[in-house]
T-cell receptor, first 110, second 113 residues
Framework: GENVEQHPSTLSVQEGDSAVIKCTYS??????FPWYKQELGKRPQLIID?????GEKKDQRIAVTLNKTAKHFSLHITETQPEDSAVYFC?????????FGTGTSLTVIP | NAGVTQTPKFRVLKTGQSMTLLCAQD?????MYWYRQDPGMGLRLIHY???????AKGEVPDGYNVSRLKKQNFLLGLESAAPSQTSVYFC????????????FGNGTRLTVT
């Protein structure tokens, strides 16, 4: 089955700096890569996603890049704000299953 | 439009007791999933269903059973709870379309003493 690895497990940045979270996957058949943000005590919520036929996607301060050849994808958050503090999960979809990374706890220091 | 609704939100069980977690979705999604979330381990798939009357095992199915008698409902059962099943449980649903994300419920925090 698919194996998704996510790094780093924790990340602290100063407010206004950028944050980058990286994920790798093993199954070349995976074709959809969503990213979720989970605030403390709440459910994971989709923040951005990318399809396998696209290399990059942006939504305001958030961007995701995908390198299919190397089987890795990354989340980029620019101009970080304290409300960006949360746990972020990457995922890869293959068929009817979603495979998750183990999460990155992001802390934005005011 | 409620999305995905889980009940109950919290539960405390004694070892050996049984319970059922209910998940309901109103988006007409074909696929439904049960995950457990433990610190540092991300979201691990317990069981899933690709349609009414069908279920399949995920990564960590032992000690759990599921049923999907109606398309909108997916039940997770613990027949004899163990302390190792203390966790936060999330139900999620998705369309069968390839480029569609999961929609999560608000979670159930279960403690087994």
């Amino acid at each position: 089955g698919e194996n998704v690895e996510q790094h780093p497990s924790t990340l602290s940045v100063q407010e206004g700096d950028s944050a980058v979270i990286k994920c790798t996957y093993s199954d070349s058949a995976s074709n959809y890569f969503p990213w979720y943000k989970q605030e403390l005590g709440k459910r994971p919520q989709l923040i951005i996603d990318i399809r396998s036929n696209v290399g990059e996607k942006k939504d305001q301060r958030i961007a995701v890049t995908l390198n299919k050849t190397a089987k890795h994808f990354s989340l980029h958050i620019t101009e970080t704000q304290p409300e960006d503090s949360a746990v972020y999960f990457c995922a890869a979809r293959g068929g009817n299953q979603f495979y998750f990374g183990t999460g990155t706890s992001l802390t934005v220091i005011p | 439009n409620a999305g995905v609704t889980q009940t109950p939100k919290f539960r405390v069980l004694k070892t050996g007791q049984s319970m059922t977690l209910l998940c309901a979705q109103d988006m007409n999604h074909e696929y439904m999933y049960w995950y457990r979330q433990d610190p540092g381990m991300g979201l691990r798939l317990i069981h899933y269903s690709v349609g009414e009357g069908t279920t399949a095992k995920g990564e960590v199915p032992d000690g759990y059973n599921v049923s999907r008698l109606k398309k909108q409902n997916f039940l997770l059962g613990l027949e004899s709870a163990a302390p190792s099943q203390t966790s936060v449980y999330f139900c999620a649903s998705s369309s069968a379309e390839i480029w569609v994300s999961l929609h999560f419920g608000n979670g159930t925090r279960l403690t087994v003493t």
